[in-house]
């Protein structure tokens, strides 16, 4: 069974541009959720969707968004970027929203923010 | 707001000691999880704890959680290099604002020379 799998695995770009990252779960897994690594603030939850719906936000500005497709594939999107924006963001998925569901991780978009 | 504490930050130590990682919050944790990361990689799921009091064994890595659930701790016997990484543990906390998000720990850097 193929892992969750995340495009691009590394890109960079300048201060203020927007950037769209993608996530395609594990095959039958319907709930996506992203992650924002840095050293300073470890992971960090964005947000998490399931059913195309978004269940959960975290505490991050309105820069960063995201949607599900009915195929259960994921993207998020951050605007106007910001140098503090540079950071890993993780793609997890699982079975469904239950809390008890064990959760999956890709190898992550390595951003660099310029 | 729920806090997970994880201590050690930083381990260091030589092939053949034993160590333990801790992961304490003051909230119940509907389930558990503990992850190690490679450098430039996601998280890589160890295990998944779900009943207070659980204890679950992976060659030389055992994984306890408390009895009320807000604890838990992983214990490597005889450590070798190849046990070098970051550990992560990562709680889900049942419903609210805690929908579908699991909390992580700051992380544990261990490094076990030869």
């Known amino acids: 069974k193929a892992g969750v799998t995340q495009t691009p695995r590394y890109l960079i770009k300048t201060r203020g541009q927007q950037v769209t990252l993608s996530c395609s779960p594990i095959?039958?897994?319907?709930?996506v959720s992203w992650y924002q690594q840095t050293p300073g603030q470890g992971l960090q939850f964005l947000f998490e969707?399931?059913?195309?719906?978004?269940?959960n936000k975290g505490n991050f500005p309105g820069r960063f968004s995201g949607r599900q497709f009915s195929n259960s594939r994921s993207e998020m999107n951050v605007s106007t970027l910001e140098l503090g924006d540079s950071a890993l963001y993780l793609c997890?998925?699982?079975?469904?929203?239950?809390?008890?569901?064990?959760?999956?991780f890709g190898e992550g978009s390595w951003l660099t923010v310029v | 707001t729920q806090l997970l504490e994880q201590s050690p930050q930083f381990l260091s130590i030589q092939e053949g000691e034993n160590l333990t990682v801790y992961c304490n919050s003051s909230?119940?944790?509907?389930?558990l999880q503990w992850y190690r990361q490679e450098p430039g990689e996601g998280p890589v799921l160890l295990v998944t704890?779900?009943?207070?009091?659980e204890v679950k064994k992976l060659k030389r890595l055992t994984f306890q959680f408390g009895d009320a659930r807000k604890d838990s701790s992983l214990h490597i016997t005889a450590a070798q290099p190849g046990d070098t990484g970051l550990y992560l543990c990562?709680?889900?906390?049942?419903?609210?604002?805690?929908?579908?998000?699991?909390?992580f720990g700051q992380g544990t850097i261990l490094t076990v020379h030869p």
């Open positions: 704890v779900v009943t207070g009091g």
């Open positions: 990562a709680g889900a906390y049942a419903g609210g604002t805690s929908y579908g998000k699991l909390t």
């Open positions: 909230s119940v944790f509907s389930s």
């Open positions: 095959s039958g897994h319907r709930s």
């Open positions: 997890a998925s699982r079975p469904t929203s239950y809390s008890g569901n064990t959760i999956y």
């Open positions: 969707y399931f059913s195309e719906t978004q269940r």
